[in-house]
């Protein structure tokens, strides 16, 4: 079974500065992808990145960079120059690249909020 | 490509009503998820579809769930005799998966309470 884990008590960050949200996982299998959603208060998910464990560079997606960490089961997100829209809900997951079901595992989320 | 929509988006209801929920998912994918989240928790896995096919359920789907895609399109999740522990958000998710990488797109998510 898969699990993610995510322990931060809730991040606060001043405006323009960077962030990282911390992430752990925990598989026995060798091929699965990471994944990061932001959830604002209206509920939607929005994906932010990906992350494959067969991958060889840190993923990037404009603001967001994933920090991944193999040995130590880490894939944490770092958000660069924080925007106040950035403030919400964030969410670790993943899912096995091999066998037919892909469902995601979540961790329980970090609240990031943005001052200005 | 209008992105993944889910109808209703707030539903109020009565214990032991039943209840159904809508989900469009962008018109290319052939995957569809199911998933639930109470306050305070990630989404957790209920059920998934492979075209019109369900192809998984989870034990967190009990025999008063049931949930459907006809011809491979929407999906609709029922709630039979509705319980109180069923208040959630129900968020329906939807990718294109042709093995490996699989990127799911979630809807806005239906908020069930149940009084």
């Known amino acids: 079974a898969q699990k993610i884990t995510q322990t931060q008590p809730g991040m606060f960050v001043q405006e323009k500065e960077a962030v990282t949200l911390d992430c752990t996982y925990d598989?026995?299998?060798?091929?699965?992808?990471l994944f990061w959603y932001k959830q604002p208060s209206s509920g939607e998910m929005i994906f932010l990145i990906y992350q494959g464990s067969y991958d060889e560079q840190n993923a990037t997606e404009g603001r967001y960079s994933l920090n991944f960490q193999k040995a130590r089961k880490s894939a944490n997100l770092v958000i660069s120059a924080s925007q106040l829209g950035d403030s919400a809900m964030y969410f670790c997951a993943m899912s096995l690249l091999t066998g037919a079901n892909s469902k995601l595992t979540f961790g329980k989320g970090i609240t990031l909020s943005v001052r200005p | 490509d209008t992105g993944v929509s889910q109808n209703p988006r707030h539903k109020i209801t009565k214990r032991g009503q039943n209840v159904t929920f809508r989900c469009d998912p962008i018109s290319e994918h052939n995957r569809l998820y199911w998933y639930r989240q109470t306050l305070g928790q990630g989404p957790e896995f209920l059920t998934y579809?492979?075209?019109?096919?369900?192809?998984?359920k989870s034990r967190l789907l009990s025999d008063r769930f049931s949930a459907e895609r006809p011809k491979g399109s929407f999906s609709t999740l029922e709630i039979q005799r509705t319980e109180q522990g069923d208040s959630a958000m129900y968020l329906c998710?939807?990718?294109?998966?042709?093995?490996?990488?699989?990127?799911?797109?979630f809807g806005p998510g239906t908020r069930l309470t149940v009084l």
């Open positions: 598989t026995s299998d060798q091929s699965y992808g």
């Open positions: 998710a939807s990718s294109w998966n042709s093995g490996g990488r699989d990127t799911q797109y």
């Open positions: 579809f492979q075209n019109e096919a369900q192809l998984e």
